[in-house]
């Protein structure tokens, strides 16, 4: 009653919001109810009625701007969850060419390694025992389909795999050499992607 300065009963009050979200009396009334003037509060609420409807747009525009800016926030989030995305592919390929040419590394100093363990090729005259072995390749770079080598029959099959695999990559030819020991590379187990069939 302090607040609203209400001094007499039945007392009649009119609260409206203030620009900056405060509320103020905008009509009151104390006293016998027979002495109430409706006209009077009319015209009060007339009085005020484009301050409301400015209020009111205030309002609305605050809520349109905030929309805005949600939008705009909900755009940009997706931009940047797109950047993100699209960032991650491009360096998980980096990463897989990556790895590719680090493995195709592998493999060939595999092969130079491989190589160096490849026992000669024996002779009649060198040895009694000695097993000549036609091998024709499938789909093969050579202009020859078809080759023969003669194999020391005491050496297991995987003799006869890494010279097809040496001579399919074109390392029976090449002049280079592994310079790193008697072991293989470290970190590739090499696999034989084709089968052998008598």
């Known amino acids: 009653s302090n ?6 009963f039945p007392y009649f009050g009119v609260l409206s919001r203030r620009s900056n979200e405060t509320a103020e009396i905008i009509f009151n009334f104390n ?3 027979e002495k109430f003037n409706p006209q009077d509060l009319e015209s009060v609420l007339v009085q005020k009625y ?3 409807l400015q209020m009111i747009e205030q309002r609305q525009n605050i809520e349109r701007d905030r929309l805005i800016r949600q939008q705009q926030d909900e755009r940009f989030r997706q931009s940047l969850l797109h950047d993100q995305a699209r960032e991650r592919q491009r360096n998980e390929a980096l990463r897989r060419e990556q790895e590719q040419r680090d493995q195709e590394l592998l493999k060939r100093q595999w092969l ?4 160096s363990r490849l026992r000669p090729e024996p002779t009649r005259s060198q040895a009694q025992d000695v097993s000549r072995i036609a091998i024709k390749m499938n789909n093969f770079h050579n202009n020859s389909s ?6 020391d029959p005491t050496l297991p099959i995987e003799e006869i795999y890494a010279f097809v695999e040496l001579t399919q990559n074109n390392i029976m030819e ?3 050499r592994y310079e790193y020991g008697d072991n293989p590379p470290s970190g590739y187990q090499h696999q034989y992607k084709f089968k052998l069939i008598i």
């Open 3 to 8: 607040a609203l300065k209400v001094r007499r």
């Open 31 to 33: 006293g016998p109810i």
């Open 50 to 52: 484009p301050h409301l």
């Open 112 to 115: 130079l390694w491989r190589k």
């Open 146 to 151: 078809r080759i023969v080598r003669n194999f």
């Open 174 to 176: 090449s002049g280079d």
